[in-house]
């Protein structure tokens, strides 16, 4: 993919995407290495994130070549706006992974490599579309997000602890990706060939309807308060 604006923009993207999915993966990390010697902890860390950035890797290329799949690109994009939403809704006892301090130091490489790749599966979803089939925005993405998640976690959990609607930014890039992939089905192009209008009302739909059913979500229980004492 040659370096034009839609490059820089899909980068960027990518980049909010691993930052707001990344957070059960930083704490992942810090709960697979925290009962290790000190002198282990840094070593478990970083081989166990290399571990983990080589299986994401991989994941995400097969999922770039799986979307290439005629029909797939619609229903990556479907699931993605899915995730928006819960990502938007999560309570806060949902966003604790259940992950047990690893007792040795292969343990907890294990551990980190494996719960990453379970619980990363949103992040290559969403990285695979942002990407539209270039490897190389792949490569890019997590070359800058990673060390950023390895040594900037903390800084970032508590940005959205103290900005919480930091949160919703994310959720509207995830759903725009959403919408970028449903639009980009082949199935669909022929439809949507020269008719600008249809395209910008899937975007809007698309992120309006996250960032709308998820506030309208997280209202529900003020709003039932609010009645329950009206009454």
Do not use: C, H
């Not at 990407?131 to 390895?150: K, T």
């Amino acid at each position: 993919m040659p370096i034009t604006p839609e490059f820089w923009s899909a980068l960027a993207a990518i980049v909010v995407i691993d930052l707001v999915l990344a957070g059960d993966n930083a704490i992942v990390i810090a709960l697979a290495a925290r009962s290790l010697p000190k002198n282990l902890q840094r070593r478990a860390v970083l081989w166990g994130t290399f571990g983990a950035v080589a299986v994401r890797s991989s994941l995400t290329v097969a999922m770039l070549w799986l979307l290439q799949i005629p029909g797939l690109m619609a229903a990556g994009g479907v699931a993605l706006l899915w995730i928006g939403y819960r990502l938007l809704v999560q309570d806060d006892d949902e966003k604790e992974p259940d992950v047990k301090p690893a007792k040795s130091y292969w343990a907890a490489i294990r551990t980190i490599v494996v719960a990453d790749a379970v619980m990363g599966l949103d992040n290559v979803l969403a990285v695979a579309g942002a990407a539209n089939g270039s490897v190389a925005l792949v490569i890019a993405g997590l070359v800058i997000s990673i060390p950023i998640v390895i040594w900037g976690s903390t800084l970032v959990m508590r940005a959205l602890d103290r900005f919480p609607n930091l949160l919703y930014l994310g959720g509207a890039v995830l759903a725009w990706t959403a919408a970028k992939m449903i639009v980009s089905e082949p199935r669909f192009e022929d439809a949507l060939d020269g008719r600008t209008g249809a395209v910008v009302v899937i975007y809007a739909l698309a992120i309006g309807g996250v960032l709308g059913a998820a506030w309208l979500r997280r209202r529900r229980p003020a709003l039932a308060k609010t009645r329950k004492e009206a009454l």
